[in-house]
């Protein structure tokens, strides 16, 4: 795809879903994503803010939802691997979904793993209020899915990418069939492959439903959603570029986004080091993130003598907590998290008006748009992230067919 660009940093949820709008549309884009934020450590299941009843995605929104096929959507129950039930607005497709099974009798695979206690979470997923209130029963069933002793020690994710191997995953299959007799699903681990067709494939091979509980940072789902994201970047043509943004700055009527890129991308090419370089675009979407991603750093100023806020990259605006501006530049310096409260590490963030269009005091940035966690005081949940992401992709088509 040629012609103008437009530049999303960021490769999460709402940057992914920016670019894949322009695209839709025939815009150029190029995402900059550098390490793993949020969307790539989430634990598999999707909320809304809290007080909310239903979900509301446009028709947008939905058909990036369709495009990445990961997720199900639609009010649920999933199990935590802590031993908690909790409800969902939706989840990766590879979680068992609760709700269904109300009164049924559930088989908790007892796979001997070091991250993996199935008899305290037998124990603590039965005495939970919606077990107990929908007469739901939890089993152990011990399971011999481990083939060398390494494997009780491995991350979870890298034991889920095992079962990404069709031999390995039809080996699990025919041990969960012959186990589970006698019972009307299976909760399994975060151990249903990387790629987001293996718990699908399994489920069709087994006469009873099979899914996860939800996972530790850093696990399976996150991982799925990498994998997906990359696809989706594939079919419609979105470049992506591994690179740290280091400056956001005018240039006449065009920005330029100065970025170092990584020599060959990943873990070796950093080693090799790194590159400047620069892309000139007609509009930026910036979703780096909030603080847990590092799109945002919380940070100590000698010559200031105070705690703060900033960018980690030079750009034209201003950073808020709670709707409030501080000062220019991209700093907000002198919040005490003793008299703000560690909430505010959620609700800082990038300012701008409720399109997600960049403000810097209380003027408007024309062509540089905010989306996901990197907007100030805006809910920090996959589909706030989806939303602004579609909203920001909109916001910079006009000028990127410029």
């Known amino acids: 795809m040629s012609g103008p660009r437009v530049v999303v940093i960021g490769g999460g949820v709402a940057g992914t879903a920016a670019a894949w709008l322009l695209a839709r549309r025939g815009v150029r884009a190029t995402v900059i994503h550098d390490r793993a934020g949020s969307s790539a450590l989430y634990s598999g299941a999707l909320d809304e803010p809290r007080g909310t009843d239903s979900l509301e995605l446009d028709d947008d929104a939905r058909a990036f939802v369709d ?57 603590a997923l039965a005495a939970s209020p919606w077990a107990e209130r929908t007469s739901t029963t939890f089993s152990l069933v011990p399971i011999s899915a481990l083939r060398r002793g390494h494997e009780r020690r491995i991350t979870s994710h890298d034991f889920a990418a095992l079962h990404d191997e069709p031999e390995r995953l039809s080996a699990f299959g025919k041990l969960l069939e012959e186990a589970g007799r006698g019972h009307d699903a299976w909760l399994v681990g975060p151990w249903l492959g990387i790629t987001s067709t293996a718990a699908v494939r399994l489920r069709a091979t087994l006469p009873i439903p099979v899914g996860e509980t939800t996972s530790a940072v850093g696990g399976a789902p996150g991982a799925r959603f990498e994998n997906a994201r990359e696809a989706l970047f594939g079919a419609h043509a979105i470049e992506s570029l591994r690179g740290r943004v280091t400056e956001i700055r005018e240039r006449g009527e065009r920005w330029v986004v100065g970025f170092e890129r990584a020599d060959g991308g ?15 675009a007609t509009a930026v979407v910036v979703a780096t993130g909030g603080v847990a991603a590092g799109g945002i750093e919380f940070v ?29 530049g991209g700093s907000l ?11 505010a590490l959620e609700r800082v963030g990038v300012h701008a008006d409720s399109k997600g269009s960049a403000l ?22 996959v589909f706030e992230a989806v939303r602004s992401g579609i909203r920001a992709g909109h916001g910079a088509l006009q000028k990127g067919r410029a």
């Open 67 to 123: 495009a990445l096929g990961l997720w199900r959507l639609g009010r649920g129950r999933v199990a935590t691997r802590e031993g908690v039930v909790r409800a969902a607005f939706g989840a990766d497709q590879a979680l068992l979904d609760l709700e269904p099974l109300a009164g049924k009798k559930i088989a908790v695979a007892d796979v001997p793993r070091d991250d993996w206690d199935a008899p305290l979470l037998v124990a």
């Open 266 to 280: 990943g873990e070796a090419g950093a080693s090799r080091g790194r590159e400047d370089d620069e892309l000139e």
């Open 300 to 328: 100590w100023d000698p010559e200031r003598g105070a705690h703060g806020f900033r960018l980690p990259f030079r750009a034209p605006v201003t950073l808020s907590l709670d709707g409030e501006p501080g000062d220019s």
């Open 333 to 343: 310096y002198g919040k005490s998290l003793e008299t703000t409260g560690l909430h």
């Open 360 to 381: 810097d005091g209380k003027v408007e940035v024309p062509g540089l748009w905010v989306a996901g966690d990197a907007l100030s005081a805006r809910p920090r949940t």
